[in-house]
């Protein structure tokens, strides 16, 4: 094991955000343009606390996803500032904490706090848990030249090369094509 299960959950959730841009989603439009496919997407990874629904909170959490997906491929060091702005920033103050069906985990801000802030506080606290255990490389960006979807890598090797079986399997008939054109 790479990571632990947390944190493992907790890039999964960084990524779906970060896979919301048309580059990147499975429908080719912003997945994350109304509260309401916010909403569902919360609902699908579970993600807890306080919830407004409003414009403002859907404006603040596109802000996130652009910050995310800045992140998402810094090198260790520089990603280093990034954590540690988001920490400062939030005022963050890890405590463990129980609730709902969960076990004793970490939250570094209040349940209160604004969505977007607690998606940003729980990101940094991942990627804590990245560049501890020196796993940058973990955090992989698509290779299909037309996708700029981001995934966690938690494969034997850090080989894994596409977002999604659907981005590896286009590039495979669109190298197959290229092969048999001539
Ligand atoms: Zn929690
Ligand atoms: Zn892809």
Redesign the pocket.
Known sequence: MIFTDDTVAALGFMAAVADTVPGASESGEDELATTSELAALLDEWGF??RRDGDARELAEVRAVRERLRGIWTLERDPMVGEVNAILEEAHAIPRL?R??A?DW?I?AVS?ESPLAERMLVEAAMALIDVIRADGTDRLARCEADDCTGVFVDLSKNASKRYCSTRCGNRMATRAYRARTAD
């Open positions: 807890s606390g904490v609730h709902d969960l985990h939250h349940q």
